[in-house]
């Protein structure tokens, strides 16, 4: 029984893993007024290896930014933006038991694990104030990253709800 309750609690950590879903954070400073920003202009962070795919995040944070109420400009912007992306790799730990029911029950049979490497995308989206150059806003989304199906919906999907909430202030509380 005993060995029944691990090998269950072994697979449920793993689907719990296999079941991960976006995740977003955002902060900002809480003594600006975001009422004074209107324009913004997107600069290089860290971006993305993958050159499409650096174009969609661009287009995402514009997009979501301009549903907002703000301008893009390429001259004397209000705002910079800086996005960043890093790639990096979680851990999945999946069970298997084979065999069935031993002389007491569960345990009769083998059990084995095996490690996946699962890749994982951060998306860091910086809001910093042109003429102090002080930060004033920071999202961070986090989520698996598929080789196939449709990125731009995911990453579209990821800026969406890291700006749902945006400007600070403006949500219904």
């Not at 290896?49 to 912007?77: H, Y």
């Not at 933006?81 to 031993?102: D, E, I, R």
Request: with cysteine; net charge neutral.
């Amino acid at each position: 029984m005993r060995k029944a309750i691990i090998t269950l609690g072994i697979v449920a950590g793993a689907l719990a893993l296999a079941c991960s879903t976006l995740s977003t954070d955002v902060d900002y400073d809480h003594t600006v007024n975001f009422g004074k920003y209107r324009t913004f202009q997107l600069k290089e962070g860290t971006p993305s290896p993958v050159t499409f795919t650096q174009k969609r995040i661009e287009d995402a944070v514009t997009s979501a930014l301009t549903s907002k109420g703000w301008q893009a400009t390429a001259s004397d912007p209000s705002v910079l933006v800086y996005t960043h992306v890093a790639l990096s790799q979680q851990k999945q730990w999946t069970a298997t038991n084979m065999g069935g029911y031993g002389y007491r029950g569960w345990g009769g049979g083998m059990a084995t694990a095996t490690e996946t490497n699962i890749p994982i995308g951060t998306l860091i989206v910086d809001l910093v104030d042109s003429q102090t150059h002080e930060m004033i806003w920071r999202g961070i989304a986090r989520d698996q990253v598929k080789t196939s199906g449709d990125a731009s919906g995911r990453i579209q999907n990821a800026v969406t709800k890291l700006f749902e909430d945006f400007p600070p202030g403006s949500a219904a509380k």
